[in-house]
């Protein structure tokens, strides 16, 4: 499966963004969903992961009440809703795909496809 993101831009903190995951080639229902960040001279974090049917989702702490995922399969398409930007989020964010499990993955090496990344940028 192929993966393209995009919605990442510069926006002050407390904004909000929108990123887009659309997926093609393999069947997108087939496959959990992730989202994670990765900023300069950091490791690829977790951020927040959806199951194939979406009834299943788990954010990791830091952005808990503030990112929601979810996704359509009709449209092969993953979002991340991000609100109250803070400065710490600004990051290049990837979507990524992998098999279905019965607890959503959290580690980079479970999942299988990746997208480009998206450079999310946030302004004091």
């Known amino acids: 499966v192929q993966l393209q993101a995009s919605g990442g831009g510069l926006v002050q903190a407390g904004g909000s963004l929108r990123l887009s995951c659309a997926a093609s080639?393999?069947?997108?229902?087939?496959?959990?969903m992730g989202w994670f960040r990765q900023a300069p001279g950091k490791e690829r974090d977790f951020v927040a992961a959806?199951?194939?049917?979406?009834?299943?989702?788990y954010y990791a702490d830091s952005v808990k009440g503030r990112f929601t995922i979810s996704r359509d399969n009709a449209k092969n398409t993953v979002y991340l809703q991000i609100n109250s930007l803070k400065p710490e989020d600004t990051a290049v964010y990837y979507c990524?795909?992998?098999?279905?499990?019965?607890?959503?993955?959290?580690?980079?090496?479970?999942?299988?496809?990746w997208g480009q990344g998206t450079q999310v940028t946030v302004s004091s």
């Open positions: 990524a795909a992998g098999p279905r499990a019965t607890v959503l993955s959290v580690a980079p090496r479970l999942y299988d496809y």
């Open positions: 080639g393999r069947t997108f229902s087939s496959y959990d």
């Open positions: 959806i199951s194939w049917g979406g009834g299943r989702t």
